[in-house]
Every structure is written in structure tokens, then in C-alpha cells.
Nanobody, 121 residues
Framework: QVQLVESGGGLVQAGGSLRLSCAAS????????MGWFRQAPGKEREFVAA????????YYADSVKGRFTISRDNAKNTLYLQMSSLKPEDTAVYYC??????????????WGQGTQVTVSS
């Protein structure tokens, strides 16, 4: 299993940008497709973006397409999410996880603590 630590969240005004990072421990990080998910207060966790194990074929939820960019650096065991043109509705706790399609892998151990993103209007 891979252990995950998310960081980079914060408070930003609408229209601003943030870059999230997900540091993974374990030698299996580069074997997995990886993704970002988010959970807003009172809502279920939802898919945001995912990328293949070699860093190609990114895909996004419609709500973030054109504003967010997912990338990874396997040499650093790190996943990134560049967020631009942020909107108040992007406010949520953001998590990373190994993915299968738009879902966390069934054998995924446990979620990290996440990183809070708050977008003020």
C-alpha cells in the first residue's frame, strides 16, 4: 500500500490559483494511475482529476475542465494539481488516491488527511 500526504491548500480569492501536492511513500507509487478527489461540507467525496501511471492521458471532471491541471513526478513520488480561476464552489478538502477510472482503487488503503481549499467570493 502507498501512504499519501496532501499539502498546498489555503484561502484564496475567487479567480486565484493554488498548487496542491500529494507526497507518496512506498515503491509502488509509479505503478498506479493517480487521482484527486474533493469533499465539500455536507457533500459526498467526488472525483476531480486523474492521470496514468506514466503521466499521460489526464482527464477531469466537467466542473474543473480547463481550469485544473493534474501532473506527476514519479522520480519524486509526487502528484500535483494546479488549480486556476478558482471559484467558491471549489471550496472543499482535497484528497489524492490511486485510481481505477474515476474511482479510488478497491485495494486502496486509507485516505490521507487531505488539504483544505477555501475560495472566497
Amino acid at each position: 500500500q502507498v501512504q499519501l500526504v496532501e499539502s498546498g491548500g489555503g484561502l484564496v480569492q475567487a479567480g486565484g490559483s493554488l498548487r496542491l501536492s500529494c507526497a507518496a511513500s512506498g515503491r509502488t507509487f509509479s505503478s498506479y494511475a493517480m487521482g484527486w478527489f474533493r469533499q465539500a461540507p455536507g457533500k459526498e467525496r467526488e472525483f476531480v482529476a486523474a492521470i496514468s501511471w506514466i503521466g499521460t492521458s489526464p482527464y477531469y471532471a466537467d466542473s474543473v475542465k480547463g481550469r485544473f491541471t493534474i501532473s506527476r513526478d514519479n522520480a519524486k513520488n509526487t502528484l500535483y494539481l494546479q488549480m486556476s480561476s478558482l471559484k467558491p464552489e471549489d471550496t472543499a478538502v482535497y484528497y489524492c488516491a490511486p485510481t481505477m477510472g474515476r474511482l479510488p482503487r478497491a485495494d486502496f488503503g486509507s485516505w490521507g488527511q487531505g488539504t483544505q481549499v477555501t475560495v472566497s467570493s
